[in-house]
């Protein structure tokens, strides 16, 4: 994408206080949502640049190129934005686990009627093994 165009993208969404936006990663194939995590401008043009997803770090305050150090990184393949503005969904084409827990999804945990959670996948790689 060009600078401009990337521009005209970048002021058109809507970032929180701290110059943040949700984003949920998505399968591209299997539809099933992977991960939320933020990003911020520069995390956005890092993807755009690098065809790699990129978000930002709260607890570091930097960039975290997904995958740097576990190799479980994301090939971008489409980046959607809601009505509001407010919201990007990244469809992804996910290399290994998308969870720091070793799991495909960070979205494992189902809740009962009755409060009880229950884990709905398995751990694929050891969580020490990934970093």
Known sequence: MNKSKLGDLLSSL???????????????VK???LMMAWMNKESIEETFATGRVCYWSRSRQNLWKKGETSGQHQELVDFLIDCDRD?????????GVACHTGRRSCFYLSVSENGDTTETMSVEIDPKDLY
């Open 14 to 28: 809507k970032f929180n206080d701290q110059g943040l936006i949700p984003a949920i990663a998505q399968d591209s």
């Open 31 to 33: 539809n099933d949502v």
């Open 87 to 95: 919201t990007v969904l990244v469809k992804v084409k996910q290399h």
